[in-house]
């Protein structure tokens, strides 16, 4: 039971535009930044969005993300099937004073 | 080239403890803080702990405090979690990773050590 509560699975046809919710509470995302990173089969977690929306370079701009009140939302436009692989949310706790992810989701790009 | 690169996983039993070594390169690394984040087998991502560039600031998931230590040696780019009283629970990838300035996000990720805690 993960602190921010994304969906387990999402999917969708390649060429097309898929979102990933994120819910928190005010203590974690309603009033700190928020961040998405990819993590590919056997490897480690790579950054997407940082700040809410903002992209690391060599990110491409079929990465976006959005915040409102205490939910963000990563978007994937144009999707490839190489997008298939699990995804995070991730911010900081406030309250608990500690990092927190969402426990993750799969997409699968059919 | 920015790159961090972890080492000391492996077997411990229960109660053992570890200590695990992540050397970065390609940045100046006291400017940044560091955070280490696990992996249990076949589950997401777990935040486990966070120091700041000068070891002002330390936090630790509550999992974890008590028994893992995070510490840093700006002078030999190094960063560190000492790990006792081991559980099967931390069993996991253990990754470090560096935690951008500008507000929220790790940006440098290492490959990953294996920690198994089995007797």
């Known amino acids: 039971q993960s602190v921010l509560t994304q969906p387990p699975s999402v999917s969708a046809a390649p060429g097309q535009k898929v979102t990933i919710s994120c819910s928190g509470s005010?203590?974690?995302?309603?009033?700190?930044?928020v961040s998405w990173y990819q993590q590919l089969p056997g490897t480690a977690p790579q950054l997407l969005i940082y700040d809410d929306y903002q992209r690391p370079s060599g990110i491409p701009d079929r990465f976006s993300g959005s915040k409102s009140g205490t939910s963000a939302t990563l978007g994937i436009a144009g999707l490839q099937t190489g997008d298939e692989a699990d995804y995070y949310c991730g911010t900081w706790d406030t309250s608990l004073s500690a990092g927190v992810f969402g426990g993750g989701t799969k997409l699968t790009v059919l | 080239e920015l790159q961090l690169v972890e080492s000391g996983g492996g077997l411990v039993k229960p109660g053992g403890s570890l200590r695990l070594s992540c050397a970065a390169s390609?940045?100046?690394?006291?400017?940044?803080?560091m955070s280490w984040v696990r992996q249990a087998p076949g589950k997401g991502l777990e935040w486990v702990s966070f120091i700041s560039g000068r070891s002002t600031y330390i936090y630790y998931a509550d999992s974890v405090k008590g028994r893992l230590t995070i510490s840093r040696d700006n002078a030999e780019n190094s960063l560190f979690l000492q790990m006792n009283s081991l559980r099967a629970d931390d069993t996991a990838v253990y990754y470090c990773?560096?935690?951008?300035?500008?507000?929220?996000?790790?940006?440098?990720w290492g490959q990953g050590t294996t920690v198994t805690v089995s007797s």
């Open positions: 390609g940045f100046t690394f006291s400017g940044f803080s």
């Open positions: 990773a560096r935690v951008l300035n500008t507000g929220n996000g790790m940006d440098v």
């Open positions: 005010s203590s974690n995302i309603g009033n700190n930044f």
